[in-house]
């Protein structure tokens, strides 16, 4: 098991392609939380925004955790992808005969993967707002708790497991990437939107756009009134948490299953 996550590490660290990705991610991610903490109005009259604008605090840290989530699928696609489709899966298993070590030891980089762009992400947000004068949270700012910080890790860590298994059960890098993103922010929220009323349980049970709603907190209708409210925060990485598992048990018994 640990030569072959020293393995992961080495293929991470030499090859070219992936390392160039990484770069690129982690630059895109930086600029993502810099535009993210932005300062922007929060009061307004019939003339325009009243008062200086302000940081969105806890925005700066959720909003980019959504796009960071597209980088973190790249890279975990890559994981397994990127070895199918230059046929270097072979001379994995040759170097590892025993697959289950091979499988826990990309399990793990992925974990890593996912748990790494969170961290890159919050840092970048945190220099982001304290550049603009905000190391904390100001008294204008909308109420947060830090709890929600480790909601978007484990969404991180989520979406990645289900980029990996997707492009390990297709074998193709492409579908680990596109699936969770059309899905989860085209596909999903039309056929939600769509079919709201005549499906409402619909919302309930769509993997990746209840996985996207991880920062939203709980709505509930005024007295009197029923409305059915799609689930949030951990209700929602819990119901997507059962499809990455199905996902993640698809792949495992198809990698130790399938030839290479």
Request: overall charge neutral.
């Amino acid at each position: 098991m640990i030569a072959a996550l020293r393995y992961e590490w080495v293929r991470v660290a030499t090859i070219r392609s992936t390392r160039f990705a990484l770069v690129l991610c982690f630059l895109a991610i930086g600029l993502i939380a810099w535009a993210a903490s932005a300062p922007t109005y929060h009061e307004f009259d019939q003339n325009g925004p009243v008062g200086d604008p302000t940081v969105e605090w806890w925005g700066a840290f959720t909003q980019p955790t959504l796009l960071t989530a597209i980088f973190a699928a790249i890279v975990a696609s890559q994981n397994i992808g990127q070895e199918y489709r230059f046929g270097l899966i072979r001379l994995t298993l040759t170097a590892f005969p025993q697959r289950w070590s091979v499988l826990g030891a990309k399990l793990v980089s992925v974990v890593a993967t996912g748990l790494v762009f969170a961290v890159v992400s919050y840092a970048a947000s945190w220099i982001g707002v304290a550049l603009r004068g905000y190391p904390t949270p100001p008294a204008v700012a909308a109420p947060g708790e830090p709890a929600i910080l480790l909601r978007g890790a484990v969404f991180l860590v989520l979406w990645s497991l289900s980029a990996w298994a997707l492009a390990g059960i297709t074998r193709q890098t492409a579908i680990g990437i596109a699936v969770p993103v059309v899905s989860g922010f085209i596909l999903e929220q039309i056929l939600g939107g769509v079919l709201s009323e005549r499906v409402p349980w619909l919302q309930d049970v769509l993997p990746w756009s209840n996985a996207s709603r991880w920062f939203a907190e709980p709505l509930v209708a005024p007295e009197g009134i029923e409305q059915h409210f799609p689930p949030t925060g951990w209700q929602g990485l819990g119901i997507f948490s059962v499809w990455v598992v199905v996902l993640v048990v698809l792949e495992v018994v198809a990698f130790l299953r399938r030839d290479a």
